[in-house]
Each structure stands twice: as structure tokens, then as C-alpha cells.
């Protein structure tokens, strides 16, 4: 498209995000690295979610919830990642791709489960080929409850991170 076609139509459309609610409090009982305030690298890691949770995450990281304005920025490698977006439940085959997910991810890091599944297993609780809550496998720092959650609330969780 011809810039200048582009540029006249974001003249025109103008801001169509969200307005930005209050910051959240902190949570209560749970200390985030200061190091991670200011900007967070997220890696979402998939355990064995129904996709509903991933549909939540890309909406809150579209145009309209826009969590990039909290400093919340989705990235491709656990390598690059200070918060892991942990979805579903955690299933026998994944128990091993997570655990080396999370040895990946350099410190301090921030493990967050989105989503009833992730956070109690949720309405797949003693399914046979679940091995459990992701916070049965590793450390969780943050829970987002929710079925699925709403895109406020994931953000909400990141902007406890970033400070933002
Ligand atoms: S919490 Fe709900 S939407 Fe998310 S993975 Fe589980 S069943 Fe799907």
C-alpha cells in the first residue's frame, strides 16, 4: 500500500484501543523480581490447552486490549523470555518439554498459569492423560483463573509484572 494512502487512514481511524484502566494492586503474598518492572518479554507455552486460552492471549495482545502499551511484548524463544504464559493443563508428554522450557528461560523469570485448566487442572481434572496443574510441575508465580480468562485479566497479570 502507498504510505501516504496508509498514513491518511490511521489519520482517519484514530485510536481504537481500549482506554487504560487503573494499574493493578499488587498482588497480596507474592514478591516479582523488580529487575523484570518496566518491560516483559512473554513466552506462551501450550501444555495441552482446547485453544480457547490462546484465543484470550491473542486478543489481549491485539489492537484493541493492546498489552504491548503495559510493556508486555510476546517473543519466540524462552531464551528471550522474562514470564512464561503457561496454558492448560499440563499433559504426560509435556511434563518434559516444560521443564526444559523453564530451565531455558534465563532469571529472574515469572511463571504465570492463564486459565482454570493451568491454574487446577481445571474441568479436566483426573483425565487419564493428565499429569496435573502446571504449578504441580514447576514454581507458579501468578494464576489467572478463568474459563477462559478474559483478556483484562491477562493483562492485568503482565501489568503486575511490568509495573505498568
Ligand atoms: S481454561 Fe477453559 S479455555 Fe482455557 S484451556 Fe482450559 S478449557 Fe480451554
Redesign the pocket.
Known amino acids: 500500500m502507498n504510505p501516504l494512502r496508509l498514513l491518511r487512514l490511521i489519520t482517519r481511524t484514530g485510536r481504537f484501543a481500549e482506554p487504560t484502566p487503573p494499574a493493578p494492586e499488587p498482588a497480596p503474598g507474592v514478591t516479582l523480581p523488580r529487575a523484570l518492572r518496566g518491560s516483559v518479554q512473554v513466552r506462551h507455552v501450550d501444555c495441552?490447552?482446547?485453544?480457547?486460552?490462546e484465543i484470550?492471549i491473542g486478543a489481549a495482545f491485539g489492537g484493541v486490549y493492546d498489552a504491548e502499551r503495559y510493556g508486555a511484548r510476546l517473543v519466540a524463544s524462552p531464551r528471550h523470555a522474562d514470564v512464561l504464559a503457561v496454558?492448560?493443563?499440563v499433559t504426560h508428554n509435556m511434563v518434559e518439554p516444560l521443564l526444559r522450557t523453564v530451565e531455558a528461560t534465563p532469571r529472574p523469570r515469572v511463571i504465570v498459569a492463564?486459565?482454570?485448566?493451568?491454574s487446577d487442572c481445571?474441568?479436566?481434572a483426573g483425565a487419564y492423560g493428565v499429569a496435573g496443574a502446571v504449578s504441580d510441575i514447576v514454581d507458579v508465580d501468578l494464576t489467572v483463573p478463568?474459563?477462559?480468562?478474559r483478556p483484562d485479566d491477562i493483562i492485568d497479570a503482565l501489568r503486575r509484572v511490568s509495573g505498568r
Open positions: 495441552g490447552s482446547c485453544n480457547g486460552c484470550e496454558t492448560g493443563v492463564i486459565g482454570d485448566c493451568a481445571g474441568m479436566f478463568g474459563c477462559p480468562p
